[in-house]
């Protein structure tokens, strides 16, 4: 008899420990469980399931998801998930020559022009929240994903160097705070005793992205669209390509240049300007 929904969750569960141990990130372990639970919700359909899995389930997968117009980073998330999973069953083979195309990149993207960061910022303020100010100037001065944010602990930060330490997918990197980023961040820091996770809940746990998505939203923006500020604004300040490449956590140069204007490149000391390409912003 094939195992229905519920009866699978323990072998996803075993492999989102599997994935603890390989030190993947939190957001990317929740991201792999919900596609494979996903994944296996159409398998039951079929009358199969995780445990029986084909190349030719697979595939009839991704045939399934293109016919559901799914976008093709989607897709590639999803696939992504699975050969993780089939590595983990030691069943690479079955993904063995399952080939997704390069996702297309966007070239409409959105920004915030300065008077509009002006406004944003002045409006988070004057609300008072200060874990919500704090948010708010680390997404759009360091540009880091939403659910880098979540991920953040208090170990990542270095205030006396004004530095943001992130971590993803195994890797680290480092960004200047602007000295407003820095200040919000220490004034929201000393008002909740949380030991570990930097932004919480009323309850004391974790943020979640949605939480996060959902403030932005009264303010009429988006994750995206502040971390997309942070890339053109470094661009328009002729800070090179690979500087906010590794600034950003973005490997492929291409998807930098979508920001480039008639600038000219030079090498600056990135915390200098960070703090001048934030300066115009509302103080205090």
């Not at 469980?33 to 639970?37: A, H, W």
């Not at 929201?188 to 008002?191: A, G």
């Given at each position: 008899?094939?195992?229905?929904?519920?009866?699978?969750?323990?072998?996803?569960?075993?492999?989102?420990?599997?994935?603890?141990?390989?030190?993947?990130?939190?957001?990317t372990i929740s991201t792999y469980?919900?596609?494979?639970?996903r994944y296996q919700e159409w398998l039951q359909g079929k009358n199969s399931d995780i445990y029986h899995l084909t190349k030719t389930d697979i595939e009839d997968y991704i045939i399934y998801?293109?016919?559901?117009?799914?976008?093709?980073?989607?897709?590639?998330?999803?696939?992504?998930?699975?050969?993780?999973?089939?590595?983990?069953?030691?069943?690479p083979e079955l993904t063995f020559g399952i080939e997704i195309k390069a996702v297309e990149k966007n070239k409409d993207?959105?920004?915030?022009?300065?008077?509009?960061?002006?406004?944003?910022?002045?409006?988070?303020?004057?609300?008072?929240?200060?874990?919500?100010?704090?948010?708010?100037?680390?997404?759009?001065?360091?540009?880091?994903?939403?659910?880098?944010l979540c991920s953040l602990n208090r170990s990542n930060i270095d205030l006396a160097a004004n530095e943001l330490i992130v971590k993803r997918n195994e890797e680290e990197r480092i960004i200047p705070l602007s000295a407003d980023a820095r200040d919000h961040l220490q004034s929201?820091?000393?008002?909740h005793e949380s030991e570990e996770?930097?932004?919480?809940?009323?309850?004391?746990?974790?943020?979640?992205?949605?939480?996060?998505?959902?403030?932005?939203?009264?303010?009429?923006?988006?994750?995206?669209?502040?971390?997309?500020?942070?890339?053109?604004?470094?661009?328009?300040?002729?800070?090179?390509?690979?500087?906010?490449?590794?600034?950003a956590g973005i490997k492929d140069l291409?998807?930098?240049?979508?920001?480039l204007r008639k600038s000219q490149f030079d090498n600056r000391k990135i915390e200098e300007v960070i703090n001048h390409v934030f300066i115009n912003e509302t103080h205090g």
């Open positions: 008899m094939k195992k229905n929904s519920t009866e699978a969750i323990p072998l996803i569960l075993d492999f989102c420990h599997w994935l603890e141990e390989q030190k993947k990130s939190p957001s469980k919900r596609e494979l639970l998801l293109e016919e559901q117009k799914k976008s093709l980073s989607t897709i590639d998330k999803t696939v992504g998930a699975i050969r993780t999973f089939v590595k983990f069953l030691k069943k993207f959105e920004t915030m022009s300065l008077m509009e960061c002006d406004t944003l910022l002045n409006e988070v303020k004057e609300d008072g929240d200060l874990r919500n100010i704090a948010i708010v100037y680390v997404l759009l001065h360091t540009g880091i994903r939403v659910s880098e929201y820091l000393q008002s996770a930097i932004f919480i809940n009323q309850s004391g746990d974790r943020i979640t992205e949605g939480t996060v998505q959902y403030m932005l939203k009264k303010y009429n923006v988006n994750p995206n669209k502040l971390r997309h500020t942070f890339c053109q604004r470094l661009v328009d300040a002729k800070v090179d390509l690979e500087t906010i490449s590794r600034l291409n998807e930098i240049k979508r920001y």
